[in-house]
């Protein structure tokens, strides 16, 4: 009787897996030898199918449970900045000896305005935390008419093509577009007024741009945006900074034009 064991080579790859159960029009190719696969046994596949089925069901419940929650954090949130906004324009109609004091509260109370409709946006957004930002845009606008003191026939006018960010862009972006607005009625526009040109438009794949242009006397020579002193376009500065985006302006005779050109994620 020999001392050794004789080795058996084992079975190639392919013929392994042909012993392992599988499902579908997979489940009866023969496999490598020519042998016809064993079929996934009935109650096995009814139990992986019902299993499966509730995972999902589960997952859509939990997911539809926290865009609930995140409506109704972003409803709670508009309400309680309105209340601020409103808060601080009452104080402001009582500052009339103090213009300045005045013109400080009210622009105040707009960069406040600015976050309430993006959270305003997001309670009826369909897509989660991304806004359509044309929209956004439109109601600003339209509340900084309400808001601001235009000259009569004066108007704030929007073109704006459609498209979605998320909702932390939208903030800072709206809050810049409410500055340069506020920034051309305050300073851009001439005795007899003119309207205000605000525009956001896709001008590439991977980009957004943002303009306000007004048609006033336009700006000293030697004015440069990054070394302004001025609170509103110090705020231009850092908020463009953190959108990773670029700030210039163009001198239109007459008149300015800023804009802001940001990635689009």
Known sequence: MPWFIEYEPPRSFPALLANLPMSGDRANRPDARGAEAPAEPAAYSKRSKAELCRMLAERDAVLAEHDLLMREASHRVKNSLHLLVSALRMQASRCTAQRDEADYLIRASQRIKSVALVHDSLHRSTRG?????GAYLRSLCADLEDSMALLPGQRIRVTA?????????????????????????????????????????????????????????????????????????????????????????????????????????
């Open 129 to 133: 935390t991304h806004i359509e930002f």
């Open 161 to 265: 093509e459609e498209g979605h960010i998320p909702d932390e862009r939208a903030i800072r972006l709206g809050l810049i577009a409410s500055e340069l607005v506020t920034n051309a009625l305050k300073h851009g526009c001439s005795a007899e007024g003119g309207d205000i040109e605000v525009g956001f438009a896709r001008i590439s794949e991977d980009s957004f741009a943002l303009s306000v242009a007004d048609h006033g006397t336009g700006i000293s020579d030697s004015f440069d945006p990054t070394k302004s002193a001025g609170l509103g376009m110090r705020l231009v500065n850092v908020l463009t900074q953190a959108l990773g985006a670029e700030l210039r302006f163009e001198r239109t005779s007459p008149g300015t034009c800023f804009v802001v050109t940001l990635p689009a994620d």
